[in-house]
């Protein structure tokens, strides 16, 4: 098989084939044939035996004579080498009768002392014809039946169907395939051809006259401009980009752009497993994240006033669901179409059920149950590799709107740092990014050097504890029946993955947010808020205007920045941290930001500032510069002179590894009494 050239749609021209049922014979054995265009089978039946051959000869053309000659003769050595007197020989001979392939075919069979069978009994002159030319409306007979004088005596009649229609067959049909550059070249030629088609059919389908030539010239030019539009696809798909583009029309154009990289399919194997059920289970391990325990002692953040937990939660209302219902679908195989077009009477009853659910603070099972897809990470990476993966959580629909619900309440009780920016209205990363480059800007016009340390908090989303999460939610002064029903739902929640359409055992969720949640962003935010929180309350680091500047934060990414790499203004500020840390792993590959931190192993970091002239590490740095290059006052009020190199660099200077940042990140294993983790 050829696959080069792409996947093969629809039928193609050629090939041969015998269908038997083995209860109806003794015996039935396949005879080995040379050619390609013959097969052939040996049948026994009440101890006798036949041979029956199907061929697909070549077209009627002189070069293809030779080739025609060539399967006669293989039938004819098979034929003599078995010694059997029954033999059928069927199938396309591309032979009509006074043609070259026709004549060549009926001196075969006066050659052997056989007879076409179909010609016998219909009659050379009938008229009769197998095939019918719809891009030159002309009929032929190429199929026949080539039977020895032994079986002629079997074959009592023969008929050529030429209406045949079954209305029960039980076959769906899919969606027709569309054809590039229909609408350009095609259409016009289409309705045409339509058109004289049912005129010819309204005129008794007459095979000459006025009528039936126009039929058969517009059929011909609809045709010649199909195969055009199969023979240019890719011309015509660029000829669509360049009109889109000339147009100014360019969501069309990236609409056309994206359809020319066809999506890959899913690898035959990860991580040496062929199975579709083990491949699932793998990732069930893989997506599987372990529980880091319980917190001991005072750790836990739910100490909250009493008559916030016991509040009564809101009634939802039908207005609020009906705004919820946007463009969703779940595994359920239902879409939001389905709740937006089952009437006005939905949304209340919708906001019913709801109601009771986070009223009992319970959840029925099937609305719990959730598919995860895995979905790959980086697309020039190994796609064997089951860490090149991400899940992403399918749920039903009456779940997300629920999760819609939930996450208009959360949202309404939080309250986070300035320096979260992600998953945010009205921020993105562009206002993160602006503002590390209005910091940095601010620094480097007062000559003085930005360290930054990018930290990306691994597996930040799977690890959250959700003894914790549960508290924080109830210091917000959310309602204690909307976090029992959170708890509810986290801890009985069912999951499995799905690959090649089958689902791996089901497994539950020991900590950590669910991946593609519409309340797992805000809750996430909410339980890393207390640590961007601390490092702002640090003091330490980079600060404008007495505002605290020292980090930015994105989700689960994270920059730190300080103007100095002094070693006792680091152990001040995490001393002042308030018990607040992280725990990170550091991986085995580099680091994202390696333009600004180069870290040659676990231990070492060699850290660059932005500014481009290499700054010594062991300087004293001075405060920062005014805007007009004066040193900023100090406490007697005596401006101080501007910072200055102790000497000069050597050229091919490179920094130290840095001694200690003014906020540390440490890889020590040793587990903290309380604060945060991921």
């Not at 309250?415 to 590390?436: H, V």
């Not at 990306?456 to 959250?464: G, I, N, R």
């Not at 700054?615 to 005014?626: A, G, K």
């Amino acid at each position: 098989m050829d696959i080069s050239s792409g996947l093969l749609h629809g039928r193609p021209y050629g090939g041969v084939g015998l269908l038997w049922k083995n209860d109806s014979f003794q015996s039935v054995s396949v005879i080995p044939c040379v050619s390609e265009r013959i097969v052939a089978i040996k049948v026994s039946v009440a101890e006798r035996s036949m041979l029956f051959f199907n061929v697909y000869m070549p077209t009627n053309e002189i070069d293809n004579l030779c080739e025609f000659v060539e399967c006669l003769s293989e039938i004819s050595a098979i034929v003599e080498n078995e010694n059997i007197e029954s033999i059928y020989v069927l199938g396309d001979f591309n032979a009509h009768p006074g043609k070259l392939f026709g004549n060549e075919m009926l001196s075969f069979c006066a050659e052997q002392n056989w007879l076409c069978a179909d010609i016998e009994r219909l009659g050379i002159d009938s008229k009769s014809y197998t095939y019918t030319s719809d891009a030159h409306g002309t009929f032929s007979w190429l199929d026949h039946c080539l039977t020895t004088m032994a079986a002629w005596r079997t074959v009592v009649n023969v008929k050529i169907h030429y209406d045949v229609f079954c209305n029960k067959c039980g076959i769906t049909h899919g969606s027709i395939r569309p054809l590039i550059g229909w609408n350009w070249h095609v259409r016009s030629a289409h309705q045409e051809a339509r058109q004289k088609f049912l005129c010819w059919v309204w005129n008794g389908k007459l095979r000459k006259g006025t009528v039936y030539s126009d039929m058969v010239e517009s059929r011909k030019l609809f045709k010649k401009k199909v195969k055009f539009c199969q023979n240019h696809q890719e011309q015509i798909k660029m000829n669509i980009l360049a009109t889109k583009h000339q147009q100014k029309d360019f969501r069309g154009f990236w609409k056309h752009t994206r359809k020319l990289s066809p999506k890959a399919g899913i690898p035959v194997s990860i991580d040496g497993e062929c199975e579709p059920v083990r491949i699932a289970n793998l990732f069930k391990k893989n997506f599987r994240v372990q529980s880091l325990g319980r917190l001991s002692g005072g750790a836990d953040a739910g100490v909250v006033d009493p008559s916030l937990a016991s509040q009564v939660p809101p009634r939802i209302t039908a207005k609020e669901i009906a705004e919820i219902i946007k463009n969703m679908t779940g595994h359920d195989h239902l879409s939001i179409e389905h709740l937006q077009h089952a009437g006005p009477h939905l949304p209340r009853l919708l906001a019913l059920l709801y109601t009771f659910c986070i009223r009992h603070s319970y959840l029925p099972g099937a609305l719990m149950r959730t598919v995860v897809v895995p979905i790959l990470k980086n697309k020039t990476g190994d796609v064997s590799d089951c860490n090149n993966y991400r899940p992403i959580s399918l749920a039903t629909i009456t779940a997300k709107v629920l999760d819609a619900v939930l996450e208009r309440q959360v949202s309404n009780h939080l309250k986070l740092s300035d320096a979260q920016f992600g998953f945010r209205p009205m921020l993105s990363t562009e206002c993160a990014i602006l503002s590390l480059k209005h910091v940095v800007g601010y620094y480097t016009e007062r000559n003085t050097p930005v360290y930054a340390v990018f930290l990306d908090l691994s597996k930040a989303f799977d690890l959250v504890r959700y003894d914790l999460l549960w508290g924080k939610l109830r210091q917000t002064g959310l309602p204690g029946p909307y976090v029992d029903l959170f708890s509810h739902w986290y801890e009985h929640q069912t999951n499995q993955i799905r690959w090649s359409n089958t689902l791996s055992e089901e497994y539950r969720l020991e900590c950590g947010v669910r991946q593609g949640g519409l309340t797992s962003p805000a809750v996430f935010n909410l339980y890393i808020n207390e640590l961007i929180e601390a490092l702002g309350g640090a003091r330490v680091g980079c600060s404008i205007d007495g505002h605290c500047m020292n980090s930015i934060s994105y989700a689960d990414d994270m920059v730190l920045l300080s103007p100095s790499v002094d070693e006792e203004a680091g152990s001040s500020g995490m001393s002042g941290m308030g018990g607040v840390s992280i725990k990170r792993e550091v991986p085995d590959d580099a680091p994202r930001s390696d333009e600004l931190v180069d870290v040659e192993n676990h231990n070492l970091h060699y850290t660059y500032p932005i500014k481009e002239e290499p700054i010594d590490l062991d300087m004293s740095m001075d405060p920062p510069m005014d805007s007009m290059g004066m040193g900023m006052p100090d406490s007697a009020g005596m401006p101080p002179e501007p910072p200055r190199f102790k000497e000069e660099p050597p050229e091919n200077w490179q920094p130290e590894p840095a001694i200690q940042d003014d906020l540390q990140v440490t890889d020590s294993e040793e587990e903290p009494e309380d604060g945060l983790w991921f």
